[in-house]
């Protein structure tokens, strides 16, 4: 092999590099966050657990009801019936989306693109930014 | 693809009925199976249509735009000052444009006096056979059973192909964010759109699912807007079609629009 | 192979500096345009697509051209081609390059591109032509490739490439077929709806990128030692002169057509091309030039004497390109949006920010070929195959 003293040495950095998060942070566990819920209700659409871990794949298959099939009304496993609806259903309960939402995905550092077109329900203390996205032209 | 994803549902029931998270099997007891439905009050119909009846709308001449206003306000459609970046679901503008083939120099009488300088109502024709939805790459588009050409705005990717197939002018795309452009009161039970996608009237497919009409309709006054089923033969729009001859736009491009004009 | 291009005359590396810096330039624009969105260009609600869908179809033409050499010398055994066939296949490879990058540009919603291989739909022509330019672009680089890595260590080319080579000629085709098609099938817009579309694509494409060819062999043959051979340039000047008369009748075919029918929906559009409509006439001064260079070209052409000439060929080539540079990297786009489908007037202006962008995509295109060519044209000089027969 040419030059196989570079090549070594460049592998080497690269995987210094490429580790470089695990090892920085080996041993540190960060905090997992606070959420709150922001409601009195004891259990959201289904239960918590799989909420948790399927509130993604859940709020997919909702959108693709509700814009593709016409679909609105979503019954539960619990028999409760629900208007499939980011904004008008889950909102309505999780009315704090900066203590509950965002909260988790900053933790894991995901941002979905939701809030892009989905308005976010105004928080306590938000009222002003509210009013700056009305009147920002 | 659809059916393999929204199969996730029906997996995912089972699995809140036991299969695998712990906590949950207490619920099993009281589950049931999950159910998609169409609202019980929602309106349905075999094919949707509106009749534009431009006798009622001689409002128009004299500044009445209440059902550009009912839709903007309903859909937070942002109004630009500015042409270039323009989002439009339905508007006003002359029988010259609304029917560029219409067109007759010698043309007097109610024509001239009545129409020449009316605005005309104009949106998306919902048309049977849409260009629009032949050209999207991705099915952004597409056409209900019941007629509407619907948008899926979580899908669009803005190659705006659809613009240049539709021959009404019916799309808009958001050159640009338009929240900060919204001018009417926001509506929070709607979203706006975000930029670089294509969007454009959907016959209110949301007021439908509730029971309501379309907004531009339920905002006339003069009940110059009449919304309903086409297919079905009691219905007040065939009935308003049985009675008035009307005209459609561009009908010799076979796209069968879905919006009919009683002159 | 690759590794060729990494050293060079300084000319070769100042070139490379310089086109670097316009892609640079370019990719700065194009994240603000990402910023921004879309209202960043000239584009509007009426005039929707614009320059960059202009130069994409321009530049498909170019990348289908690289049949001309392919076919004569695989399918008619015609040696004289042999030594530049590299150049048509990676010219093909740079120029689709640069069409799926003002493809990409183009989109709204770039972070969504793969949508159209999620939901695949065969009735929309954007996504077959998301099919054939791709594989246009891999058959190219695998050809090319090969058989330059081939030539390089004097083996015979593997026979699995000759199926490949067979392959790309009818895919040219398509390429370019499924381009028109994008336009041609859209009601309510006269100015495209014209089943002479695609065959006028081809035969402006089988002249414009067959005359930057003879331009890149002019030009090596001059500064470098690689030379193609004047029986080649000239053999490629002839197919120009064919396919420029071509392009030419048809689209006097087309005028024929729209202007003895007299059809709103159809003159309304040439109207504003040659003599302006309602007082807009943005594109008249343009397409007056792109008339005048296309005599021009077909007078240079036509006549042998002027045509294997080595000072007049090149003045006739450039007419070529910039004359159906204009006609479909500028006119055929825009005109179709103006008048509208509703008869109202939008003007369209370039901004500086999609220039910019525009010129960037250019950049990289011409990179790419460099960085191609000066492989091809390092292994050819090692071979001995650069000097004239």
Sequence with gaps: ?137 | MDDARRRFLKIAGLSVLGLGIKPVTDAVATAGEVEITSSPNALKAKRWAMVVDIKKCLKAKKGCKECVIACNTTHNVPEFDNPKDEVKWIWLTSVKHAFPDQESQYAEGYYKDTLQDLPFVVLCNHCDNPPCVRVCPVQATFRRADGIVMMDYHRCIGCRFCMAACPFGARSLNWRDPRPFIKTPLNREYPTRSRGVVEKCTFCDERLAKGLQPACVAACKDKALVFGDVEDPNSEVRELLRKNPSIRRKPQLGTHPQVYYIL | MLEKALTGSRSYKVWIVVLLAIVGIGFVNYLRQLDYGLGITGMSRDVSWGLYIGQFTFLVGVAASAVMLVLPYYLHNYKVFGKITILGEFLAVASVTMCLSFIIVDLGKPQRAFNVLLHPTPNSILFWDMVVLNGYLFLNIIIGWTLLGCERRGAPPPKWVKPLIYLSIPWAVSIHTVTAFLYAGLPGRGFWLTAIMAPRFLGSAFASGPSLLILFCLFLRKFTKFDAGWEAISSLAKIVTYAMLVSVFFFLCELFTVYYSQIPEHILHFNYLFQGLHGHSELTPWMWICIVLALVAVGLLINPKWRNNEKILPIACLCVFFSLWIEKGIALVLTGFIPSPLETITRYMPTPTELAITLGIWGLGFLVLSVLYKVALTVKEQTGDSASH
């Design chain 1, 1 to 137: 092999m040419y030059n196989s003293g570079k090549i070594i040495i460049g592998i080497i950095i690269f995987l210094v590099l490429a580790t470089f998060p695990f090892w920085f942070n080996r041993g540190v566990a960060q905090a997992p966050p606070k959420l709150e819920v922001g409601t009195q209700e004891k259990q959201c659409v289904e239960s918590t657990p799989f909420m948790k871990a399927n509130h993604m794949k859940l709020l997919v298959d909702w959108r693709d009801y509700v814009v593709r099939d016409g679909k609105r009304e979503y019954t539960s496993t619990t028999g409760k019936k629900f208007d499939m609806s980011l904004q008008n259903t889950c909102m309505k309960c999780h009315t704090q989306k900066t203590k509950f939402c965002d909260r988790c995905h900053d933790y894991v550092e995901v941002a979905p693109t939701c809030w892009d077109c989905h308005i976010a329900p105004v928080e306590p203390g938000q009222a002003q930014q509210a009013k700056a996205l009305r009147s920002s032209n």
